[in-house]
């Protein structure tokens, strides 16, 4: 049904958003990263603040710049992200993980810029799983018994095993969120573009509700069923 959040319907709220792509450092000058732009969490936290809520954003590396209003926290790899959201979540009403995160990073950093060698052609690069940072706050929330709403956002592909719904609706069943924003991704589809195309996924059985808009639209939309979340749990 598209709902919009009507102004101040987070007044007094307190929301953290991750926004942008962290990048996994392998050596001083080189990085592990991903091609997410940043916008969609950007917008979500700047529709936030139009609904009233004090926003903390936590923003890995972005390509647009951060809200006016928000506090900015910024984060570099994963794990220094996994560290900045589960403190600030301890006191949040919402959260939503935006980041693209990445799944794994290099085994190893080294200190010194690493060198090309002749008599080794090729540079293996051993990688390790990073935490699940959404699993982690969803955990912390349920210790801590409070109601806080926990959103995340998940970008699919289909294949010959399931569709794009399909895997969104296991997604949000082994992460435990009560929001799960799934949009399609392919080659040319979603970065660094303004428009979206997500549906949105709830834990309690509501109906999936498809939005196709700018990411501005998306986000509240995605503050709009945030602020009802809320109100009923
Ligand atoms: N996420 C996270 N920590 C990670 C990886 C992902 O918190 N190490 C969060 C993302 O911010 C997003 C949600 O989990 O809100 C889904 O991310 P996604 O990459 O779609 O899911 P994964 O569980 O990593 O599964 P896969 O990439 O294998 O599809
Ligand atoms: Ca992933």
């Known amino acids: ?95 939503v993980m935006a980041a693209a995160v990445a799944d794994f990073r290099p085994a190893r950093r080294s200190e010194a810029k690493i060198k090309k060698r002749d008599d080794a052609p090729d540079l293996p690069i051993e990688l390790v799983r990073n935490p699940d940072v959404l699993v982690e706050l969803v955990r912390q929330r349920d210790a801590a018994g409070t109601h806080q709403v926990v959103v995340g956002f998940a970008a699919e592909t289909g294949d010959e095993g399931g569709d794009v719904l399909a895997y969104g609706r296991a997604k949000l069943g082994r992460k435990g969120c009560e929001l799960l924003v799934v949009n399609e991704v392919g080659t040319d589809r979603v970065f660094g573009l303004d428009e979206n195309s997500v549906t949105i996924l709830s834990k309690d059985g509501a109906a999936p509700e498809h939005v196709a808009g700018s990411k501005d639209e998306v986000a509240r939309a995605v503050v709009g069923r945030l602020a009802r979340a809320l109100e009923t749990r």
Request: proline share 4%; net charge negative.
């Open 1 to 95: 049904d598209g709902a919009l959040p009507e102004k101040g319907v987070l007044t007094g709220r307190r929301v953290v958003i991750s926004a942008g792509g962290t990048r996994e450092s392998i050596d001083p000058v080189r990085f592990l990263g991903n091609r997410s732009s940043g916008k969609q969490g950007v917008a979500v936290a700047r529709a936030a603040l139009e609904a009233g809520a004090s926003v903390t954003l936590v923003a890995a590396h972005l390509e647009v710049a951060p809200p006016e209003g928000a506090e900015l926290v910024k984060v570099e790899s994963a794990l220094e992200l996994r560290e900045a959201m589960l403190e600030r979540a301890a006191s949040a009403d919402a959260i």
